[in-house]
C-alpha cells in the first residue's frame, strides 16, 4: 500500500509543510522531533494559518496541532475500529511505543470499508 502520509522535522517551514502535502498528495503531516512525534499538521490546521495570515517561513512547529489522537503499541483491533468509527474524519492513528517514537501509522481505510 502506497503511504498516504508524510513525516518532517519540526524546524522545516510552514512553506515546506505545504509542498510536502501538495508533493505527496497527503492531508495528513507527521510533525517529529529526535524521532519522536509532537503534532501533526492538516488541511484544517493549513487553512487556519492562512486565515491568520502566518508567514510561510514560520517554522511548522507554530501552526501544528499539539492535541492529536494516538494509541500505543499493545490496542487490539476491536478498540481501533471504535475510535476510527467515534472520530469520523480521523484519517491516520499514529501507535506510538514508548517517549512517542512512532511505531507504525494506521489508516482508515484499513479498518472502516
Partial sequence: ???????????????????????????????????????????????????????????????????FKFIGENVKEKKINKIFKKIKNLQYLPVLGKNKKIIKILERDEFIK
Fill in 1 to 67: 500500500m502506497e503511504q498516504k502520509y508524510k513525516i518532517i522535522q519540526k524546524n522545516h517551514s510552514f512553506r515546506y509543510g505545504i509542498e510536502a502535502m501538495n508533493k505527496n498528495s497527503t492531508g495528513t503531516l507527521f510533525i517529529v522531533e529526535n524521532e519522536k512525534i509532537i503534532g501533526i499538521f492538516s488541511e484544517g490546521d493549513f487553512r487556519k494559518a492562512i486565515l491568520r495570515e502566518i508567514n510561510l517561513d514560520t517554522p511548522i512547529k507554530y501552526v501544528m496541532n499539539k492535541k
